[in-house]
């Protein structure tokens, strides 16, 4: 068969590689305003409707060929040789023209390397908003290479490229030189390329404005000899920076965003909840209804129905917490957030790199502890993820959302935003002293120098495409659905048969009593004597030192496989009505649960906060652990995640439940 010829698409952070990649390809990848949102490659066909045959591959950003953290060795590797693929025909650099002396330096180092390249670049309208412009044919004979220019967001100049991409394709295909990897690392060739890039901007940059003194002023602008600062910022970003990156009051906007955002998850999702709620109450009584009473009406009414919504009715708020974040995202806000944070992560021994690990985590701690391989560090890279779980991720939400829903009265739940805000600054105040203690006093956890920095290019704030933010948020949401989905349906049905079986339902007297009440009374009596509750005697010592018993003991274990567990399992074990939706039934069946051995009120204020911290620390999740460990190489820093997280929650637990029952909380 031919060859299909392979194109490479590379380029800076920020710079709108992956943007392009999303036209040629028509897949939605995420893009973002920060290094390493892309940590592994992605290939795909062109479309049809470009009429080009060949493969196209998206790698991570890349500042120069020098690589400094595993994301960039990826990224580098993939240029010289694929492993399916061979040597690419082609490699597309895009090069942020705002920012094009910086740029300019890994399309050179791609050059010398010996690859046939096309420059294009994006940007042009920041750079218009200056007065400037691009001498693109100039640029192109001083280089040797086609140079085009595009704008990725409304995909003005796709088709000039397409036309330039076939012609190159047509030729020889690249030979490059790997071995001059160790050149471009030498300072005295960092040093020329610099000088003659700086050439290169003085005579291809050139003012939109005619006038030979505009001209003049704009050029010396340009030249960094004979300016005070590096480059003129946009002025509306800079303003806008004045505040945000205020070093008081940018904490402070971030703290209210934050609020405001856990606040917006309460109150934006309620009626969502209620609907969804609803739509699976309606849909469990009617499986009963039609079915009758027997087993298989109780597994699919009760197992999978119930089961499933009891955690569905919290994918509005999932998805409310993606879509917010998205924005915050494509504006630009969060490479902000990363300079904010890095002056109080460096005092733990990490630096802003680190935070959209962290910042990741309260969606999922696998993508989260995936990307840092963006830290180059070895040592920061390693405790970042070893604090990663402690990040309250989108699967405990569910959780929360049950027990603060416990807490709070049900015509306030602006209340419920508040104390949610509280639950998310306490994970990160936790994982930011689990950071200092190891980084002060266990050197022994994690053995490597610390000699890392922190430089990040801040993008101009953009408006957010909201077309893009949705899509995004749709695909996270869908994402965690077919993750969750499956987990949630398989342990229903064992959580239903653990209760269900072994089916043993004691005579007892049901006179005067409804038909309704009889089928309620057969499910707790049928549930008594179940394997659930055979294996809930053996959990029950450990429950009852936080006033729980083995009910609760059986959903904890249940949500080691996926948090979000947790609720369903509750829903089963309580044996919720179908009179009611299914959220509601499952707070009455909390309030009136009894502890079995001692006959006292089971769920309490005390032990719903209990719970509540005790799910901020534990490491309840087994995907974590198998990334943590694939990422680590070893089975060492897992292990002791499991061990340090679970145990610690266990035992703040225990504090909390006494020590408020010790104070007339209860």
């Not at 209340?415 to 639950?423: A, D, E, K, M, Q």
């Not at 002293?433 to 490597?448: C, D, G, Q, R």
């Not at 869908?478 to 064992?494: C, D, H, N, Q, T």
């Not at 509540?612 to 070893?634: D, M």
């Amino acid at each position: 068969m031919p060859e299909i010829p392979l194109i490479n698409l590379v380029g800076p952070p920020n710079s709108g590689k992956t943007t392009l990649f999303n036209i040629f390809s028509g897949k939605h990848f995420k893009t973002v305003n920060y290094p390493g949102s892309t940590v592994e490659y992605s290939s795909s066909d062109f479309l049809d409707k470009f009429n080009i045959k060949a493969k196209i591959l998206d790698s991570p950003g890349l500042i120069s060929l020098n690589a400094n953290s595993p994301d960039e060795e990826v990224a580098v590797e993939s240029l010289f040789y694929q492993p399916n693929n061979g040597i690419p025909n082609l490699i597309l650099v895009t090069a942020d023209a705002s920012q094009i002396t910086r740029h300019l330096l890994l399309t050179k180092q791609i050059i010398e390397a010996g690859f046939k390249v096309v420059l294009v670049l994006t940007m042009i309208d920041i750079l218009n908003r200056k007065n400037l412009k691009v001498n693109t044919k100039l640029l192109s004979e001083i280089l040797g290479i086609d140079v085009v220019t595009v704008n990725a967001r409304t995909e003005e100049g796709i088709d000039d490229l397409i036309r330039v991409i076939k012609k190159n394709l047509s030729g020889a295909k690249s030979t490059p030189e790997y071995q001059r990897l160790n050149e471009f690392k030498e300072k005295e060739y960092l040093i020329k390329t610099y000088e003659d890039i700086e050439k290169i901007v003085n005579q291809v940059i050139e003012p939109l404005n005619p006038d030979i003194q505009n001209a003049n002023r704009q050029l010396n602008i340009l030249n960094p000899l004979l300016r005070e600062s590096t480059q003129k910022p946009d002025a509306l970003t800079l303003k806008i920076d004045k505040i945000l990156l205020h070093k008081y009051f940018g904490f402070i906007f971030f703290l209210i965003m934050m609020g405001a955002i856990f606040t917006s998850i309460f109150w934006l999702a309620a009626p969502l909840m209620d609907l969804v709620d609803t739509l699976f109450s309606i849909l469990a009584s009617y499986a009963s209804e039609t079915l009758g009473n027997n087993w298989y009406s109780d597994l699919i009414s009760d197992g999978i129905i119930s089961g499933t919504g009891a955690v569905l009715i919290f994918l509005p708020q999932i998805l409310i917490l993606f879509l917010i974040l998205g924005l915050l995202e494509d504006t630009g806000y969060l490479a902000r957030g990363a300079m904010l944070i890095d002056k109080p992560l460096s005092k733990i021994g990490l630096n802003g790199k680190s935070f959209v690990p962290m910042l990741s985590g309260f969606a999922c701690a696998i993508p989260a502890i995936l990307s840092t391989r963006t830290i180059s560090n070895r040592r920061e890279r390693l405790l970042t993820i070893f604090i990663i779980p402690l990040m309250s991720c989108s699967a405990r939400l569910p959780v929360y959302v049950l027990l603060i829903a416990y807490l709070i009265p049900s015509d306030r739940p602006w209340l419920g935003g508040f104390i949610l805000s509280f639950v998310y600054l306490v994970s990160i105040i936790l994982s930011v002293i689990v950071a200092y203690v190891i980084n002060k006093f266990n050197k022994s956890l994690i053995k490597e120098k610390d000699d890392s920095s922190f430089i990040l290019e801040l993008p101009t704030y953009k408006l957010p495409k909201l077309r893009v933010v949705l899509r995004n948020s749709f695909e996270n949401s869908k994402e965690y659905i077919l993750r969750a989905g499956p987990i949630i349906l398989v342990l229903s049905l064992i959580i239903w048969s653990l209760t269900y079986l072994p089916n043993n339902v004691p005579d007892f007297d049901k006179t005067g009593l409804t038909e309704d009440e009889i089928v309620q009374l057969e499910k707790a009596e049928r549930i008594s004597n179940s394997y659930a509750a055979k294996i809930g005697t053996f959990i029950e010592p450990i429950m009852h030192p936080l006033g729980l018993d083995w009910r609760v003991g059986v959903s904890l274990i249940a949500a080691f496989a996926a948090r979000e567990v947790f609720v369903s399992s509750m829903a089963l074990i309580f044996k919720v009505t179908d009179d009611e939706n299914i959220q509601t039934s499952l707070l009455t069946a909390m309030r009136n649960a009894k502890v079995e051995s001692t006959g006292e009120p089971l769920f309490t204020k005390a032990t719903s906060i209990g719970l509540i911290f005790f799910f901020i620390f534990a490491l309840q999740c087994i995907s974590t652990l198998a990334v943590s460990r694939k990422e680590t190489g070893s089975w060492r820093i897992p292990i002791l995640q499991l061990v340090i997280f679970t145990s610690t929650a266990y035992v703040f637990t225990f504090i909390i439940v006494n020590l408020l029952k010790s104070i007339g909380i209860n």
